[in-house]
């Protein structure tokens, strides 16, 4: 379950109403997060929030060039730094 309060704390009401407005694209990017095999995707989503609310095409990409620059143990990196996501801006 998300907790959009931690969210609020983290970035105010602002993020939260962008997330409203983009809920297809956030889901869809919640969902890409977990199938490229991320067991803290929530967590991470509640601590990033801002990564994930964008379209789901651009989303995709940014993650997939990311993952390249990190390599094949792309998971375990960002589970262990999530600030690498602060690099897809």
């Known amino acids: 379950m998300i907790d959009f309060n931690k969210?609020?704390?983290?970035?105010?009401?602002?993020?939260?109403?962008?997330?409203?407005?983009?809920?297809?694209d956030v889901i869809k990017n919640l969902m890409y997060f977990a199938?490229?095999?991320?067991?803290?995707?929530?967590d991470i989503f509640e601590r990033k929030a801002l990564v994930f609310i964008d379209d789901n095409i651009s989303f995709k990409s940014k993650i997939d060039k990311l993952i390249?620059?990190?390599?094949?143990?792309?998971?375990?990196e960002i589970e262990n730094n999530i600030d690498l996501l602060d690099l897809v801006y």
């Open 35 to 42: 199938i490229l095999g991320f067991d803290d995707t929530i």
């Open 68 to 76: 390249d620059k990190i390599g094949i143990n792309y998971v375990d």
């Open 7 to 24: 969210i609020n704390e983290l970035y105010g009401i602002d993020v939260l109403k962008d997330i409203k407005t983009n809920e297809h």
